[in-house]
């Protein structure tokens, strides 16, 4: 099935330790995006690529780091100078500018400090 | 630097009624978006209206676009308990086309 893979589903992180959240895609899509969300709130951009070895920041990348080396993969780690990283993280993909901004999601991964 | 900005922040209706969501923006765009959320999920695209566009349906959804006054409808019609979720509005900024910006959105509850 061509979709988009998030894992882990849910993560537990130790403070000032590092994680890496994994994205996959097989639409053979151009573009892929990673975004934060708090309980009850809006997503918020943390990093977004449109090519492979080419990633922007988003609003909010301080704390975070991402790699694209592979059209279908875009991970993001959450690096421990991220104050407050307990969130849901969403990954996301586009195809290509003709078939205008649709983008489409991960199920999500949630990570959790202890 | 928020580029959309939704309306009411919580709605609850009875199934059957209509929904109306807004959604403003700041900066000129290429397009704009409508998600939905199911809690503790993805989100899943419904609608994409372009900035030369000023209506589209899908089914029971009906979009608007008012450039001009940089704002956005959502119209749910004949809604049921399944519509409640959480609806978001995307955009992307003509400076900037591949930068894809969400709004707060608007949690909607339709009541049996």
């Known amino acids: 099935d061509g979709g988009i893979t998030q894992s882990p589903k849910y993560l537990f992180r130790k403070e000032g330790q590092n994680v890496t959240l994994s994205c996959e895609q097989n639409l053979n899509h151009d573009a892929m995006y990673w975004y934060r969300q708090d309980p009850g709130q809006g997503l918020r951009l943390i990093y977004y690529?449109?090519?492979?070895?080419?990633?922007q920041k988003g609003d909010i990348a301080e704390g975070y780091s991402v790699s694209r080396e592979k059209k279908e993969s875009f991970p993001l780690t959450v690096t421990s100078a991220q104050k407050n990283p307990t969130a849901f993280y969403l990954c996301?993909?586009?195809?290509?500018?003709?078939?205008?901004?649709?983008?489409?999601f991960g199920e999500g991964s949630w990570l959790t400090v202890v | 630097s928020q580029q959309g900005e939704e309306d009411p922040q919580a709605l609850s209706i009875q199934e059957g009624e209509n929904a109306t969501m807004n959604c403003s923006y700041k900066?000129?765009?290429?397009?704009l978006q409508w998600y939905r959320q199911n809690s503790g999920r993805g989100l899943v695209h419904l609608i994409l209206?372009?900035?030369?566009?000023r209506e589209k349906h899908s089914g029971r959804l009906r979009v608007t676009l008012d450039t001009s006054k940089k704002s956005s409808s959502l119209l749910i019609t004949a809604s049921r308990a399944a519509d409640t979720a959480s609806y978001f509005c995307a955009t992307s900024m003509k400076t900037s086309y591949d930068k894809v910006i969400f709004g707060p959105g608007t949690s909607l509850s339709v009541i049996p």
């Open positions: 900066t000129s765009i290429n397009n």
């Open positions: 690529s449109q090519i492979v070895n080419d990633f």
């Open positions: 209206i372009r900035s030369n566009e």
């Open positions: 996301a993909s586009r195809f290509d500018r003709s078939s205008g901004n649709t983008i489409y």
